[in-house]
């Protein structure tokens, strides 16, 4: 029987923990390019921006408490590059770098007491000697300790520089590398004396002794756990240490170090980076395994996540990577987020509402914070997780899971129950030693995927179910089915801020260009007339809809004139946290087809260093994946070198060479790159290098990539033009969206992996007394389908009523991109109905032409 009984005692509540035990909530992680759009947000739709923040940070009950900035290296950690604050070490700190340190002074604008922390993923080039043993097996011994004082002016000219360009000071910092294997306990001790005795070097009327009384966070392990036991053993490090975090693990470590630390030492405990929910909950209440809401990485996991971490290693606060993803979906972890914002020329945003409301199940019934704010405290003694897994949900998922949470004055509590079985599960609370909270009446507020198909996917989120007068002290709580339950004496029922409605943009998801009467789908001089005149200062020179995937692109000064440069030479290259690829950027909307790229650009010829095919500059074309952070993650790409050597790569392979004589390396030169279709053209001032028809397996849509060696090279002008009218997308529905409708046996999964739309895949196979179809309507010119093909499958395409193609063989594909397209319809509203007649078939979205 699916029971549990346990007892919410006031006596037990433990108030004089300092910060171990406070709820704190959530924190936001700004890292590897993962907030880098919210720059253009924050310029194009300024609205836009400030509803994305006062959804996660706003409010009477705000759900994020913490923000965290890893500070960048100019290399790639993962999902993007982030820029170094510090270049040379002479060079003063540009906190304007990237949109970490400016996001905390929007935030701190809604929330002033709001908590930062900053830590590292590597180091910038002019630290890379010094500490290229950070990545080795003992870099505690093999750091020489005249690396310490130069990497900690890198600490304090950031902080300092935040400081005097926003306004706030940072509240922790976590000395050593992000995710490191071998905690470097000696640099750890001499960084927490060195911030708390430093007096000098600092600015008129900075605030040196808070300064001095920034608190230690370490050591942001992953998956490792020995920096709990180090803490235990060390009290020296104990004493300079007031937090310690680790990722993606909800355990504690073999003797239970991090509970210690918590339970008798009252160190704060952070579960410091941990995922946000995959696939959006719109999209899970279609698939067929049934789990609604819940399953695998979903809202109804990442907020078990919360309530384990607790109970099995003491975490106190969670930090999501990322809660929101501005960058541009097809890196490393895309389609992981709460709110998703890739879109800025537009203003649209989409946010998880389901994953969101989860979350808020915490922090819109108890004060999440720290102990001087008044902050809601753990009761340990009332909470319990033993569903299976250390990190994903795996097994037992009918286990008991539930925290308790209660105000200081005990007068108020609330408990999260988290249910994502096919069972329900009754439990039997027992309140006593509470005051007046013993008789209040208790709400229960719970959210559940819909009844029926024919329902919004978020009809049932957070509603309050039912109102429970104890008797005795006594009470009974169901939780249904992959559902979450907060069962809480306070009276919520009239506050707008809990009770439930959609968060949505007010804008359309409009294609980048679309609209333009010349066919410029996008054009930048990088001198941004029409901005105002500090534009570029206030964003670090940051160009406009780019996003950096290795080096940095910035806008200088040339001539008189902007252009926009890669910043960083083989001298200036990074310690790389784990490996990264040539300097590329990625721009554009990946609802572009056929179009043409024409580029402006200069070669460096005087930076001197020993790379001869190191040297060049390219575009690519129809970019969706990139994964590595590379120039050919496109799938078309046209290198020109600066001895004049050209190369066409398809799928990462040379498919054509030649080369152009006598190229003038001082000049600026006109590079295009065109693709119409599956017809390839590429040009330099004027003079086709290569044509090219791809027969295999072609691709049709994506963004453009521009990346270079490692030199200063520079780009004055860049246009992308439509081809022809007829083959842009204006719109993509994912293959779970409600628009679209099936029939037959179909397999809707859900939680899959980054490379394809939001996780999810559709698939059917061919059976004549039930065919397979799915049906759509649409507005325009034609249609793409998405997804690759494990197998040769067919389908009978039906337009309007007419049989448009009764045998299309679908090709192989990768993921994201075209099997089959079907154009030159009549331009209009129209609808769609394919039935999988033969073999097995896999959709992953549709695309809709204009």
């Given at each position: 029987m699916n029971q549990t009984s346990f007892t919410i005692d006031?006596?037990?509540?433990?108030?004089?923990?300092?910060?171990?035990?406070?709820?704190?909530?959530?924190?936001?992680?700004?890292?590897?390019?993962?907030?880098?759009?919210?720059?253009?947000?924050?310029?194009?739709?300024?609205?836009?921006?400030?509803?994305?923040?006062?959804?996660?940070?706003?409010?009477?009950?705000?759900?994020?408490?913490?923000?965290?900035?890893?500070?960048?290296?100019?290399?790639?950690?993962?999902?993007?590059?982030?820029?170094?604050?510090?270049?040379?070490?002479?060079?003063?700190?540009?906190?304007?770098?990237?949109?970490?340190f400016q996001l905390i002074a929007d935030v701190k604008k809604i929330q002033p007491e709001l908590k930062t922390s900053i830590l590292r993923w590597g180091e910038p080039g002019w630290l890379r000697e010094l500490w290229f043993n950070a990545k080795s097996?003992?870099?505690?011994?093999?750091?020489?300790?005249?690396?310490?004082?130069?990497?900690?002016?890198?600490?304090?000219?950031?902080?300092?520089?935040?400081?005097?360009?926003?306004?706030?000071?940072?509240?922790?910092?976590?000395?050593?590398?992000?995710?490191?294997?071998?905690?470097?306990?000696?640099?750890?001790?001499?960084?927490?004396?060195?911030?708390?005795?430093?007096?000098?070097?600092?600015?008129?009327?900075?605030?040196?002794?808070?300064?001095?009384?920034?608190?230690?966070?370490a050591s942001d392990q992953n998956y490792e756990r020995d920096f709990?036991?180090?803490?235990?053993?060390?009290?020296?490090?104990?004493?300079?240490?007031?937090?310690?975090?680790?990722?993606?693990?909800?355990?504690?470590?073999?003797?239970?170090?991090?509970?210690?630390?918590?339970?008798?030492?009252?160190?704060?405990?952070?579960?410091?980076?941990?995922?946000?929910?995959?696939?959006?909950?719109?999209?899970?209440?279609?698939?067929?395994?049934?789990?609604?809401?819940?399953?695998?990485?979903?809202?109804?996991?990442?907020?078990?996540?919360?309530?384990?971490?607790?109970?099995?290693?003491?975490?106190?606060?969670?930090i999501f990577q990322p809660a929101v993803s501005a960058y541009y979906t097809g890196v490393n972890y895309s389609h992981k987020e709460l709110i998703n914002a890739n879109r800025p020329w537009s203003g649209y945003y989409e946010v998880d509402n389901i994953g969101l409301q989860c979350m808020k199940h915490f922090t819109d019934f108890a004060k999440a914070g720290w102990a001087d704010e008044g902050a809601w405290r753990y009761l340990t003694s009332a909470c319990d997780s033993q569903v299976g897994g250390t990190e994903n949900l795996d097994h037992n998922r009918?286990?008991?899971?539930?925290?308790?949470?209660?105000?200081?004055?005990?007068?108020?509590?609330?408990?999260?129950?988290?249910?994502?079985?096919?069972?329900?599960?009754?439990?039997?609370?027992?309140?006593?030693?509470?005051?007046?909270?013993?008789?209040?009446?208790?709400?229960?507020?719970?959210?559940?995927?819909?009844?029926?198909?024919?329902?919004?996917?978020?009809?049932?989120?957070?509603?309050?179910?039912?109102?429970?007068?104890?008797?005795?002290?006594?009470?009974?709580?169901?939780?249904?089915?992959?559902?979450?339950?907060?069962?809480?004496?306070?009276?919520?029922?009239?506050?707008?801020?809990?009770?439930?409605?959609?968060?949505?943009?007010?804008?359309?998801?409009?294609?980048?260009?679309?609209?333009?009467?010349?066919?410029?789908?996008?054009?930048?001089?990088?001198?941004y007339t029409g901005y105002p005149d500090d534009y570029l200062k206030l964003r670090g020179n940051t160009p406009r809809f780019t996003a950096d995937q290795g080096g940095a692109f910035e806008i200088a000064s040339q001539d008189g004139h902007n252009v926009l440069q890669q910043m960083i030479t083989e001298n200036q290259r990074a310690n790389d946290w784990e490996y990264s690829f040539a300097p590329s950027l990625t721009v554009g909307d990946d609802k572009w087809s056929d179009y043409e790229v024409s580029v402006s650009m200069k070669f460096d010829h005087e930076t001197l260093q020993n790379s001869p095919t190191g040297n060049y500059f390219g575009i690519g074309l129809r970019e969706l994946t990139d994964v590595k952070g590379r120039l050919e993650s496109a799938p078309y790409v046209f290198k020109v070198?600066?001895?004049?050597?050209?190369?066409?790569?398809?799928?990462?392979?040379?498919?054509?060479?030649?080369?152009?004589?006598?190229?003038?390396?001082?000049?600026?030169?006109?590079?295009?790159?065109a693709a119409d279709g599956n017809q390839l053209t590429a040009s330099i001032?004027?003079?086709?290098?290569?044509?090219?028809?791809?027969?295999n397996n072609p691709r049709y849509s994506g963004r453009v990539k521009l990346g270079s060696g490692y030199y200063h090279t520079q780009i004055s002008q860049l246009t992308v033009k439509q081809l022809s009218r007829g083959t842009i997308i204006s719109n993509r529905i994912d293959d779970l969206?409600?628009?679209?409708?099936?029939?037959?046996?179909?397999?809707?999964?859900?939680?899959?992996?980054?490379?394809?739309?939001?996780?999810?895949?559709?698939?059917?196979?061919?059976?004549?007394?039930?065919?397979?179809?799915?049906?759509?309507?649409?507005?325009?010119?034609?249609?793409?389908?998405?997804?690759?093909?494990?197998?040769q499958s067919s389908l009978k395409i039906v337009v309007d009523g007419v049989t448009v193609d009764s045998n299309r063989i679908p090709q192989p594909g990768d993921d994201r991109t075209e099997n089959s397209v079907v154009r030159g319809l009549s331009s209009g509203k129209h609808h769609v109905s394919i039935a999988v007649v033969g073999g097995t078939y896999t959709l992953d979205a549709v695309d809709q032409i204009k």
């Open positions: 006031g006596n037990k509540l433990e108030l004089n923990a300092g910060d171990a035990n406070t709820f704190k909530g959530f924190g936001y992680l700004s890292c590897n390019n993962s907030s880098r759009l919210l720059l253009d947000y924050k310029w194009e739709h300024r609205d836009s921006y400030d509803e994305i923040l006062q959804i996660l940070f706003g409010g009477k009950h705000p759900m994020m408490r913490m923000l965290k900035v890893e500070m960048g290296d100019d290399a790639n950690t993962s999902s993007g590059t982030e820029p170094a604050t510090v270049r040379s070490a002479t060079e003063n700190a540009n906190v304007r770098r990237g949109a970490g097996s003992d870099p505690d011994n093999n750091v020489d300790e005249k690396a310490f004082e130069p990497m900690y002016q890198w600490y304090k000219k950031t902080i300092v520089a935040a400081y005097e360009t926003y306004g706030y000071l940072i509240d922790y910092i976590d000395p050593d590398r992000n995710e490191t294997k071998h905690p470097m306990i000696k640099w750890i001790k001499w960084f927490a004396d060195r911030i708390a005795n430093d007096r000098n070097g600092f600015p008129n009327d900075f605030p040196v002794e808070k300064y001095n009384q920034i608190k230690m966070i709990g036991d180090m803490m235990v053993a060390d009290k020296e490090l104990r004493d300079r240490v007031q937090a310690v975090g680790f990722h993606y693990n909800t355990d504690d470590g073999k003797n239970k170090p991090f509970t210690k630390l918590a339970d008798e030492y009252h160190h704060e405990v952070w579960y410091s980076e941990g995922i946000a929910p995959m696939t959006m909950g719109r999209y899970r209440v279609r698939a067929t395994n049934g789990d609604g809401i819940g399953g695998r990485q979903s809202g109804l996991d990442v907020a078990n996540r919360l309530i384990k971490s607790y109970v099995k290693s003491r975490r106190s606060l969670y009918q286990a008991p899971s539930y925290m308790t949470l209660v105000a200081p004055d005990k007068n108020d509590y609330s408990i999260i129950l988290d249910n994502d079985s096919s069972e329900s599960r009754t439990y039997e609370i027992d309140v006593k030693n509470m005051g007046n909270a013993e008789t209040k009446q208790i709400t229960i507020w719970q959210s559940i995927g819909p009844k029926s198909s024919e329902d919004a996917y978020d009809s049932r989120m957070k509603q309050i179910r039912e109102t429970i007068s104890p008797v005795d002290g006594k009470a009974e709580i169901v939780v249904n089915p992959h559902s979450i339950v907060t069962a809480t004496t306070l009276d919520l029922a009239n506050d707008d801020e809990v009770v439930y409605h959609r968060f949505e943009s007010k804008y359309a998801d409009q294609t980048l260009g679309i609209e333009n009467a010349d066919n410029v789908l996008y054009r930048d001089d990088f001198s070198y600066i001895d004049g050597a050209c190369e066409l790569i398809k799928d990462d392979q040379i498919v054509a060479l030649d080369h152009v004589d006598v190229l003038d390396i001082a000049a600026t030169h006109q590079i295009k790159f001032d004027g003079k086709v290098v290569f044509k090219y028809t791809d027969t969206d409600a628009a679209v409708s099936y029939t037959g046996e179909w397999n809707h999964v859900c939680g899959l992996g980054n490379t394809k739309w939001n996780r999810t895949l559709s698939t059917a196979t061919a059976d004549q007394s039930k065919e397979p179809s799915f049906a759509f309507d649409f507005t325009g010119t034609g249609f793409s389908l998405i997804g690759a093909q494990e197998t």
